[in-house]
Structures are given as C-alpha cells and as structure tokens.
C-alpha cells in the first residue's frame, strides 16, 4: 500500500504542470473570417500587463484596465489580419524598412542629433522590449492602414469644412496660447572662432577696434559688413540675419546668454560694442524689436511666416478632423468585419 500511495503522488506531481499549461494556453476567444484562429489566455494576459505598465507609467490607476475590452482589441486585429490578407494588402520588408527609417528621422528631428543605428536600436529596445517587436508594430500598423484606404476611400476622400465660427471658437477657447515673445531683428558683422588662442585674440581685438569707429561715426555699419564680416549667407544683405525670438531654445544654445542679452538690450538703430558668443565675435545693430502680446487672428504667427493664427487654427481643426474621419473609417471596417465573422468569446471575467 505504501509504494502505491508514492507512485499515485508523482503521477499527480507530473500532472499539476501539464494543467498549468493547458490553462494558460486555453483559448480567451475564438475568431473566424478565413481561418479558425484561437487567441489564447496567455496572450491575452501579456496585452493587459502592457496596456497597466503604461498606465502607471503615465500615472494611471492599472487595475481600471478591462481584460474584455483588451481581448476586443485581439479580436479587431486579428479579424484585420485575415481580411486584409483574403483581400490582397501585402506589407513588404522594403515598406516597414522605410517606415523604421522615416522614423529615426522623426527621432533625430526632435532630439536634434543625429543617431547611429546601433543607438536607435537601444533606443527602440528601451522602449518596445526588442526591435523585432517594433517592425512587427510597424507591419501591423501599415497593414491597416493599407486595408482602411482600400476598403474605405470613399468615407477618407470626402472633402472637409473648416467654418470661421469654428475658427473663432478655437481662438476663443485657447486664445492665451496665443502669445508672441519678444522679438529682435537684428544685422552682425562676425568673425566666427578658428580654436586658435593668437588668431582669435587678433580677430577679437579687430572687431573690438571696428566697432569704436562705428560708434566715433568714422566707419558706416553697412562698409564695416562688407570689409570684415566672415557670413557669407548675410554679408551680401547689409549683415541682415533675420529676426531671433527670446523664447527660441536653438538659438541660445547655439549663440550663449551673453548674446541674447545685449541683442534684446541694444536700442533699435543702434550698434553693440563687440560680443562674444559661442561661435565666435559679433558686432550687433538692432534693426527692429517687438514687444511680447497676444495674438489676434489675422496676426502672422511670427515675424518669419506669412501664415497668420488663422491659418494655424484651421490647419489644427482641419488635421483633427481627418483623424476624426479616419478613426471613424476604422471603426466601420471593424463593424463590417465582425458582420461577416464568428467571433466567439470564452474568456470569463
């Protein structure tokens, strides 16, 4: 009787696994257009841990996230993937390659630095578990794409109405966003840094004496340009740069404090002494200078576009409502998708 207990009690031990397994990998739902294709629990279960990791990531409360409503959407994509394969739309390597591409570009736009492929990668790694993980997104979110445009270009072809009421009730609800810096136009004569202590003592004290005769009246700001400024882009229009804005992070990174302070201290019509920047040694002359306000509708959105708070609101309208549109499109193909499917839902709560 002894040995038969212990023998009982392994075949029960070497059971309890086999259990486990067929309950993670019990199907949550079953979905069919072409093919019968199972969504198993353990899916499931790893889609709803991302959508809670990204949830207290973004300071929300993770256990409001809803398995059904998650399984809903391993549904929608899986019903995706069977039509748009029964309907032809193909997602090629070469396609997902440039989308991958296009947005390393976008990355190094926005972080303004260029990024070699392996610091991508750690970057894409750091955010999406692998790069393999993230061309799979990318395949799955351009054959969606390809399947809505074909399926519904009727309903995304359809032209949209901007109305200058919605126009001004935008501008109402969000008009002290509106607000335009300080800003200076201004003219340099520069001298840019060699890295060579003699020759930029000499070229230091070379602007430093140009400038005195600027100021004595001897030597006429526009001759000055011409004879000594090294910026070729604006040597040939009177030293004219074009205007800086104080809110402008670039160009203070780029030029340093010292600049910013004397190009919005100096009096319009009038020439700095020499300053010093990062790049190397100017002199200033302040052609212009707009006090910061808010914005009315007809107001250019900066002094260097023709494009006024008008034509930025409509194209903002205008952009939310083709996403409106969009999504929308999406939504029906998923409706007319699940009309023509069986869809059976196993998972309980």
Known sequence: MKRFFVLTTAIVLLACPMLFSAAINAPAAMVKLTKNTPITTAELDAEVAKYQQSASQNGQDPTTIDPLQVLNLLINNELFRQGAARDGVKITDAMIDQAYASQKANVEKSYSQTLTDDQFAQLIANNFGSVEAYKKMISEQLMVDAYVRMKKSAELSKPLTITDAEIQTFYRK????????????????????????????????????????????????EKAVVDYSQDLQSKNKAGDIGWLTMDNKEALTGLGQNFFDIAFATEVGTTSDLVSSNTGYHIIKILAYNDSKILGLDDVINPNTTS???????????????????YAAINSLVSDLRKSATVTILYKK
């Open 174 to 221: 969000n008009k002290t966003q509106f607000v335009s810096p300080e800003t200076v136009k201004l003219s340099h004569i520069f001298i840019p840094l060699t890295g060579v202590s003699e020759t930029d003592a000499k070229n230091k004290a070379l602007l430093e004496d140009v400038a005195k005769k600027i100021k004595n009246g001897s030597l006429s700001f």
């Open 308 to 326: 006024t708070i008008s034509d930025y609101i409509k194209a903002q309208l205008s952009n939310s409502k083709q996403q409106e549109v969009y």
